[in-house]
């Protein structure tokens, strides 16, 4: 054979790789099914960050700015296919549903244009998830005033919550609150003694179980007048004992 019959074999061989292996991943690199109300995978259990915002307390316009900034990054440490919830701590001093809950399909920057449209993708995005997202954070961040804050029992409900229990691979909370408790649990208000935290959490794997092991729970703290020195001392201390005894890991900032 002459060396430009080679020539043409070899040429015609790579071609035929090259679609082969484009048509490979077509098949195999396509992404996944998803669930339409959820958009998270079909069948799998994602990560899962929940944004709580405690809407018993009081906030300036300053911080109503800064808790939105704080529910955005949040969205934007997401992966894909990882889960973004908004619940708000009610003046009924109940955890409520905003009815955001949905995972992250997919930014055109986040995605292999190999296979992909980063376009098509960025706009399927904004469509299903940045849109409804942006919806419900006006209402959130409109704080109601309330007589009760029973901060640590509405964690512990939402961990038994089965988007978010145990078999979740990872729980992350993004507390927004005063972190001044008012419950029947224990009260920071009043002359009387707190309880021991080993003795609150004692009181909360009673009644919830073990929910709340293994989350990771991040505070933003909204200053006080009045009560700014013991929550940046005392009462966050006091704080810290409750999630460490009950097996979970906490991080704290201003707001």
């Known amino acids: 054979m002459r060396g430009k019959d080679l020539l043409g074999v070899f040429n015609l061989i790579v071609v035929v790789g090259v679609l082969g292996a484009i048509s490979y991943a077509a098949l195999v690199l396509q992404p996944a099914e998803y669930d339409p109300e959820t958009l998270c995978l079909a069948g799998e259990q994602p990560a899962h960050t929940v944004v709580v915002i405690d809407k018993t307390d009081l906030y300036s316009p300053r911080q109503a700015e800064l808790i939105l900034a704080r529910i955005l990054e949040a969205r934007d440490r997401l992966a894909i296919g990882e889960r973004l919830s908004l619940f708000e701590l009610d003046e009924r001093g109940e955890l409520e549903d905003s009815r955001f809950s949905l995972c992250n399909p997919g930014r055109g920057a986040q995605i292999n244009p190999l296979y992909r449209n980063p376009s098509r993708v960025e706009a399927r995005y904004q469509a299903l998830f940045e849109l409804p997202l942006q919806s419900m954070l006006t209402d959130l961040v409109e704080p109601k005033n309330a007589p009760r804050s029973p901060i640590i029992e509405a964690l512990a409900r939402l961990a038994q919550n089965p988007d978010f229990d145990r078999t979740t691979p990872g729980r992350d909370i ?59 001392g005392g009462i966050q201390t006091y704080w810290q004992e409750i999630f460490r005894s009950l097996g979970m890991r906490d991080s704290w900032s201003g707001l």
């Not at 972190?179 to 009673?206: D, T």
């Open 174 to 232: 993004v507390l927004v609150s005063d972190m001044l408790q008012n419950s029947a649990l224990f009260s920071v208000y009043g002359n009387a003694p707190l309880p021991a935290p080993r003795q609150v959490a004692a009181e909360i794997e009673r009644e919830y179980g073990d929910a709340l092991a293994g989350v990771r729970v991040h505070i933003h703290l909204i200053p006080r007048e009045g009560w700014e020195s013991q929550q940046a």
